[in-house]
């Protein structure tokens, strides 16, 4: 018999990122961190408009229920394309069948006033009764006065922060400017230069294979007392492939360790998204645990439910076609390469 799992949960993604593959050469070629995000990242989400946000949300939903992901938690940025945003996910994203917790990530790099309409953004989403998160970009794009915005708006509403949390050197100085407003509802993204004796409560979500890509080092995620989940940080929505990689990682650092510390991780998520423990992924391979998956490729997802409804049958999407949303996701693509 297939083995049956609880539906996997993405803790950090940005969907926006789905249309940035063949994206236009930056004006010049990115030396460090803080380049990366000036010259690509920054550049493309200010070029977002709602049409991209949709299509982006319901590609990369489609991708991450076609590895068994049934719960993403998103970190949403569109400067020019504010108001409506997490509307556009959240609708993309039930759509497709799969759940999803969309934060907008508030920042002063636009003004305050465009970091009061992120607030609002957040607000506006949550009190309608969508499910959702406070976002905050980094503390070093914020003022002291958004930061203290953000976390009273999150403990107004009864959620929680997400928050990228030291990702590069740039953001040295993040734990000390949270300290005090840190809870542990809290969502901590990358900490890959947070020290080890910190201040901040919350989650740390681990990115592998996203802080290789940026060059920013190895966060060892395993020294933190914080709990800590999986995330891809916008490279797909495949938790099973960021949990391998992860315990590659370590094992890099620690010969003596196996697989289990990772697939803790990656179980993390069902808390993050409790929802998603009430989702059912039967997979083509069995037995679905860490010494056999960390060494399988090509283990996917054969039947996924829902909420009791099945979204994919057969390897197949049940409620959208797969080649339209690639196709509409292309066409956006070129949209916003064009802007660039």
């Excluded at 930061?147 to 000390?176: F, M, N, Q, S, Y």
């Excluded at 999986?230 to 938790?239: C, H, R």
């Excluded at 590659?248 to 993050?272: F, I, K, N, Q, Y």
Aim: with cysteine; hydrophobic share 40%.
């Amino acid at each position: 018999m297939p083995a049956v799992t609880p539906g996997l949960v993405c803790a950090h993604h940005h969907l926006y990122s789905a249309l940035a593959r063949g994206m236009p050469a930056p004006p010049r070629t990115p030396t460090d961190f803080a380049e990366i995000l000036e010259l690509v990242w920054w550049r493309l989400d200010s070029a977002l408009d709602l049409e991209m946000i949709r299509w982006s949300a319901m590609l990369g939903a489609l991708e991450a229920l076609e590895s068994g992901t049934t719960a993403i938690v998103d970190h949403h940025e569109s400067p020019n394309a504010i108001e409506g945003s997490l509307d556009a996910i959240a609708t993309a994203c039930a759509e497709v069948g799969i759940r999803v917790v969309p934060a907008y990530g508030v920042t002063d790099r636009h003004g305050h006033d465009a970091a009061r309409r992120g607030l609002a953004e957040n607000e506006r989403f949550i009190r309608a009764g969508g499910r959702g998160l406070v976002g905050i970009h980094a503390s070093f794009t914020c003022t002291d006065e958004t930061l203290r915005e953000a976390a009273e708006l999150a403990a107004d509403l009864g959620v929680g922060v997400h928050v990228h949390v030291c990702e590069g050197t740039i953001d040295a100085d993040a734990p000390r400017r949270l300290a005090g407003l840190s809870r542990d509802d809290w969502l901590l993204a990358h900490c890959v230069n947070l020290p080890t004796d910190h201040p901040l409560r919350g989650t740390i979500l681990h990115n592998p294979l996203s802080n290789l890509n940026n060059a920013v080092g190895y966060a060892n995620p395993a020294r933190f007392a914080n709990p800590v989940a999986l995330g891809t940080d916008g490279i797909g929505g495949n938790v099973l492939e960021s949990f391998r990689l992860a315990y590659a990682m370590e094992r890099s650092v620690d010969v003596t360790c196996g697989p289990d510390t990772a697939w803790a991780w990656l179980e993390r998520g069902w808390e993050v998204v409790p929802e998603a423990r009430e989702d059912e992924v039967t997979w083509s391979y069995d037995p679905m645990d860490p010494w056999h998956v960390a060494f399988t490729p090509g283990i996917r997802p054969l039947r996924v439910t829902v909420g009791g409804q099945t979204v994919l049958e057969d390897g197949k999407p049940t409620r959208v076609d797969a080649a339209e949303i690639r196709a509409k996701a292309r066409e956006q693509a070129v949209r916003l390469h064009a802007r660039l």
